[in-house]
């Protein structure tokens, strides 16, 4: 079925350091892979994404990782601030499917 | 960018009453709308999909007759919670496709049920 792991499920990393969360998926057929900041209370808001036809992307301090034969992708923030204190899910749309399967949510908190 | 609106943004109704969400995309048409649900601390759980003019498609476990999705035109998809119970309260929200790889989100609706 249409499955999506994502770990871990809490991360507390030191202010300036980076973070990496990672998910996999079970569909070898998804092409598309989102990264969605949730603050308490607000809509996810995307923060990148990445197709399947691509490796690696990045924006700024933000970059994801895709390895579709191993079916894992990652998300890597660096130079963390306490702003990226939130809750962050990856998403996979399975070939044929409309819809994005959420992965079950990382709790990030940035120390000062 | 894209924007999707609901209303109402919170709303509470006492055990056995219905309720009906909204969910508009402001400046695109949206070919497909998605509804889902948002435990405290869980993940978004997808409940169903909806394209314009056709009945929705359920994910396994949502009650069809509970849950009653309507997407009559290509910029408005309402859900209603029918005789909703206390464990329906929850985070609704919504996002529409307009084709293209993204996905853009509602700002939810918070349902508490009394």
């Known amino acids: 079925g249409e499955n999506v792991e994502q770990h871990p499920s809490t991360l507390s990393v030191q202010e300036g350091d980076s973070a990496v969360i990672k998910c996999t998926y079970s569909?070898?057929?998804?092409?598309?892979f989102p990264w969605y900041k949730q603050e308490l209370g607000k809509r996810p808001q995307l923060i990148i994404d990445?197709?399947?036809?691509?490796g690696e992307k990045k924006d700024q301090r933000i970059a994801v990782t895709l390895n579709k034969t191993a079916k894992h992708f990652s998300l890597h923030i660096t130079e963390t601030q306490p702003e990226d204190s939130a809750v962050y899910f990856c998403a996979a749309r399975f070939q044929g499917a409309q819809k994005l399967v959420f992965g079950q949510g990382t709790r990030l908190t940035i120390n000062p | 960018g894209a924007v999707v609106s609901q209303h109402p943004s919170w709303v509470i109704c006492k055990s056995g009453t219905s309720v009906k969400i909204e969910c508009r995309s402001l400046d695109f048409q949206a070919t497909t709308m998605f509804w889902y649900r948002q435990f405290p601390k869980q993940s978004l759980m997808l409940m169903a999909t909806?394209?314009?003019?056709?009945?929705?498609?359920?994910e396994q476990g949502v009650e069809k007759d509970k849950f009653l999705i309507n997407h009559a035109s290509l910029t408005l998809s309402t859900l209603t919670v029918t005789s909703a119970h206390p464990e329906d309260s929850s985070f609704y929200i919504c996002?529409?496709?307009?084709?293209?790889?993204?996905?853009?989100f509602g700002p939810g609706t918070r349902l508490t049920v009394t």
């Open positions: 909806s394209n314009e003019g056709s009945k929705a498609t359920y």
């Open positions: 569909d070898s057929a998804s092409n598309y």
């Open positions: 990445i197709r399947s036809n691509v």
């Open positions: 996002s529409a496709r307009d084709g293209t790889y993204e996905q853009y």
